[in-house]
């Protein structure tokens, strides 16, 4: 149980390292699964909710807040919600594509569902992909 939780935090607070983290503490590919995405999804949930203060403190520590904002708003209009939501749990990670995301002013709801989405495929074709490669490495 306490290598779940450790893996679960691990993904709350850093997303996808903790999928090997579980593997290196010998956990069921499964187990390591559930614990990164429940993690994960928590911090994401966290994160969203608090948006506003986070939006604030991002704008105030930004040199220049208009071209980071075009920058994103760019990546944004090309691939909307979704795009963030399926491609930021990679990259750059849950925590910063959520506070990205709440800083540029996104529709919460639909952030949450698209990362929640991506975070569930994505963690489980890493930790699927990892177990294999334990398997065929032998490591």
Request: charged share 10%; aromatic share 8%.
């Amino acid at each position: 149980m306490t290598d779940f939780v450790i893996v679960a935090v691990t993904a709350l607070l850093s997303g996808g390292f903790a999928i090997p983290l579980g593997f290196l503490l010998d956990m069921p590919a499964l187990q390591v699964y559930l614990a990164a995405v429940l993690g994960a999804v928590v911090g994401m949930v966290v994160f969203a909710f608090v948006g506003g203060g986070i939006r604030r403190f991002a704008v105030s520590r930004m040199k220049d807040p208009e071209a980071a904002e075009e920058r994103v708003s760019g990546l944004l209009g090309r691939w909307g919600v979704r795009g963030l939501g399926l491609i930021g749990p990679i990259f750059p990670g849950v925590t910063v594509s959520v506070i990205v995301g709440m800083a540029i002013g996104v529709d919460r709801n639909q952030l949450i569902r698209w990362m929640t989405i991506g975070i569930l495929g994505l963690y489980a074709a890493y930790t699927v992909g990892l177990a294999v490669l334990i398997e065929l490495t032998g490591v």
